[in-house]
């Protein structure tokens, strides 16, 4: 097995190396990059940090960010990601060392998969620096701000109503606040779910189950897990779950092709980019991700998250039920999620869909980001519609608006 740990005659490796079902064995074993590959299949998988060598086979299951997302590294380098992804790598190290198999042999070069070493060196120097110069710190009372404007949104589109009525004009201006208010308190809830705003990782989680849980109805588990694995591996498909289209679109330029050979026709796809407006913007978020969530939460039992919703729906219908009765604010709500939808939409894949969608090309980390993600014009109004999302290149490769939810408090 060429340099990978110590072996028996037998060509088996010693009995005290094995790195078994539950984790490590105090690391005394090396190992080649092509022994670690070999353990990237369910129930069986190794990864690398800072070239020590893993076994997260029976981890995965208790793995607070999910069992996907730290999947899709199984076999690889995690170095990176698992930086980005944890607020305090060092809280987190100690749930480590009991996985600790080995480490990379002297001959092997710290990057997997003939990645280049420089440039993966060159950026863990710049986010280095970065950090240092305090250059994403987050500004609190701009977040403050940011959510007084929301509530203050909120507020408005109810006194409309009442002081002037419900004419049809003013429930659609009434509408019109409430979808602004909803995608701007999507955009907050996506800085906290990220733990950049508050210095303490509890204080973000809370908040972000009142901003996506009490304004807007839905569940920051579920959210956490989709998008922790969109960061991990953007733009790959069966990996990144924005552009799995469940066989009602095709993507990119590989896609196509594999349906073709394939015979796959779901879908007349020939005509997607016309049946796309009928189908996307409008219904993603009143229908699939609806569904999704409130599926989600009952199968996965987070009776929290729900509660924190039924919040939501609970003073929503306490304040349009006097003006529209049940039928009227169930009607108001849908148009106002519709009108949402789009918003949402326009603003999220723009930064992604224009890009490279592939499988898996085990690409180093600033590589991948940047191939399935750009940039759109800045502006205060773009800043402010798109929740600072124009920015997605700065935003998928910095560490302080990338730590996800995976911290264990």
Known sequence: MGGGGQHTESGEPAKGDRGGPGGGLGGSAVYTWEEVQRHSHRGDQWLVIDRKVYNISQWVKRHPGGIRVISHFAGEDATDAFVAFHPDPNFVRKFLKPLLIGELAPTEPSQDHGKNET????????????????????????FSLYLGHILLLEALALGLLWVWGTSWSLTLLCSLMLATSQSQAGWLQHDFGHLSVCKKSSW??????????????ASACW???????????????????????????????????EYGIKKLKYMPYHHQHQYFFLIGPPLLIPVFFTIQIF?????????????????????????????????????LISFVRFLESHWFVWVTQMNHLPMEIDHERHQDWLTMQLSGTCNIEQSTFNDWFSGHLNFQIEHQNSDNLFFLSLSLS
């Open 295 to 331: 599926q989600t939460m009952f199968s996965q039992r987070n009776w929290v998250d729900l509660a924190w919703a039924m919040t939501f729906y609970l003073r929503f219908f306490c304040c349009y039920y006097p003006f529209f009765g049940f039928f009227g604010s169930i009607a």
């Open 223 to 257: 959210w956490n897990h989709r998008h922790f694995q969109h960061h991990a591996k953007p733009n790959v498909l069966s990996k990144d779950p924005d552009v799995n289209m469940l066989h009602v679109f095709v993507l990119g330029d590989k896609q196509p092709v």
């Open 204 to 217: 973000n989680h809370v908040l972000h189950k009142f901003v996506i849980g009490h304004l807007k109805g």
């Open 119 to 142: 440039l993966v060196q060159d950026f863990q120097a710049l986010r280095d620096r970065v950090e240092r110069e305090g250059l994403l710190r987050a500004r609190p009372l701009f």
